[in-house]
């Protein structure tokens, strides 16, 4: 017999609600840890994806989501919502730095209204399993008191991949990579309706600012009282610190399930905001978040953007800007850059953090080249530009070209050859393994080249140089 959608999910429901308040313990370790797991209770219908949402239909899952955590007899003032999967070529994993840096500026009694759901959403659920363990054992003093849960998305809400679409010209794996994106952000906004008045979304490579809660309390008693608002943004890079009111988490949700093949998420907050009569983004004069993680969650993308606007940004050393020291091996510097006096272009190449090479206002083709006493072979190339704090005078429009010793001509010290492009700058960086960069051997020269005026002067800061 074939049930209706409506019918199916009035099953399902119904299963749910009678088989939520008890749940099998995982295994013996977690029942030991803690007892929060066991006495949870999930409204599983509020936290699941519409039926259709995606290119097949589906019965929603008989699937309790926490792993780690409890909840709360009231309604908070603000949930926090942190999707999370593992990040391809590093071996950082910069939700702990994000989950510390939020623990440490919450002051004890906003800690009582305030509600972390991390969302792990790898595909690899031991992976999941191993990391939601090593927090609780991190942080297990926040969990008992409900200012911590960690939650888990069950396999069957995500479609067929290989059948997407593709759209606005992305290749095939980062279609795939945005839309399970999608579907988590969706799943956890869902998920995360009614533990509180409001909704902050953030990404697991964040710092926070000193009492962010107090700010956007002050923000939204603010702009409640001088105007209509759907979404209130306290940083200025992608999905990173926007605000919504409970009451439209369940829309928002919906609206990222039913598109989530179209577009990055990023790119509906827009048309998100002005279907609700929200014209225009309403931002803090300062951000509260501070974007932290260099290496993306695809494969070989690197995002190194800060945002300019944080508030601490004078208070706190970004571990993103922290660079592992080179084998720098002796190199004659060449430049058509006007130096900055008393900022020479050594200073690039030291392996000291606090000095750095500054040009005035570069022009298109100017360059910045190392010429070496012999070819080198290297695993790792990092180019770090723009001042610590806030990547003023950063590069851009720029590349990286090397010259490679040929077998087949006479190696002569201190000429270069052909050069050949390597790399574009992205935010005034480069980064061989981050971007899954392929390095050629026998290197005789690197070079840095403009290939537009600069709007700026341009700081240097960092080359790194890692051998084989």
Not at 56 to 64: A, C, E, G, L, V
Not at 70 to 77: I, V
Request: glycine letters at 4%.
């Amino acid at each position: 017999m074939m049930l209706s959608k409506d019918k199916k999910y009035d099953m399902a429901n119904t299963y749910i609600r009678q088989n939520n308040t008890q749940f099998g313990d995982k295994d013996n370790m977690m029942q030991s840890v803690t007892m929060a797991t066991t006495e949870h209770k999930v409204d599983t219908f509020d936290a699941l994806p519409p039926i259709g949402y995606s290119i097949r239909q589906f019965i929603p899952p008989m699937h309790d989501p926490l792993l780690y955590g409890q909840l709360r007899s009231r309604k908070g003032f603000l949930t926090i919502g942190i999707p999370s999967i593992r990040r391809p070529n590093t071996e950082n994993i910069y939700l702990y730095k994000t989950i510390e840096s939020l623990i440490n500026n919450t002051s004890e009694e906003e800690k009582m209204d305030i509600t972390l759901v991390i969302l792990l959403s790898d595909l690899n659920e031991t992976y999941n399993n191993e990391i939601s363990k090593d927090i609780f054992v991190k942080f297990r003093n926040y969990f008992q008191g409900g200012f911590i849960r960690i939650i888990q998305a069950p396999k069957t809400i995500y479609p067929n991949f290989e059948q997407l679409k593709l759209t606005l010209h992305d290749p095939v794996h980062r279609v795939h990579w945005r839309s399970k994106q999608n579907i988590d952000f969706g799943y956890l906004f869902l998920y995360c309706k009614n533990i509180s008045d409001y909704y902050l979304q953030l990404e697991d490579d964040v710092l926070s600012a000193q009492n962010y809660s107090v700010y956007i309390r002050k923000q939204i008693r603010h702009v409640n009282n001088t105007k209509q608002w759907f979404m209130l943004e306290f940083s200025r890079l992608g999905f990173i610190g926007k605000l919504f009111k409970d009451r439209d988490l369940q829309w928002v949700g919906n609206y990222l399930l039913k598109n989530f093949a179209k577009a990055p998420g990023d790119l509906f907050l827009g048309k998100i905001r002005a279907l609700h009569g929200q014209k225009s983004p309403i931002h803090t004069e300062f951000s509260l978040f501070q974007h932290n993680g260099k290496f993306s969650s695809l494969k070989n993308k690197m995002m190194p953007s800060i945002d300019s606007k944080f508030k601490d940004a004078d208070k706190i050393k970004l571990p993103i800007m922290t660079l592992p020291k080179g084998d720098n091996p002796p190199a004659i510097f060449e430049t058509s850059f006007e130096s900055v006096p008393g900022y020479p272009p050594f200073y690039a190449y030291d392996n000291n953090s606090s000095t750095f090479y500054w040009a005035k206002r570069p022009q298109k083709l100017d360059y910045f080249t190392l010429h070496f006493e012999k070819p080198h072979n290297f695993s790792r190339i990092i180019i770090s530009t723009g001042d610590a704090k806030r990547k003023q005078d950063s590069l851009a429009q720029s590349t990286l070209a090397v010259s490679v010793k040929q077998t087949t001509v006479a190696y002569i010290p201190g000429k270069c050859g052909n050069f050949i492009t390597m790399a574009e700058f992205i935010d005034g960086e480069i980064d061989t393994k981050a971007m899954g960069l392929h390095i050629p051997n026998n290197i005789l020269c690197l070079k840095i080249l403009l290939k537009r005026n600069s709007k700026t002067w341009v700081i240097i800061r960092d080359i790194v140089l890692i051998h084989v």
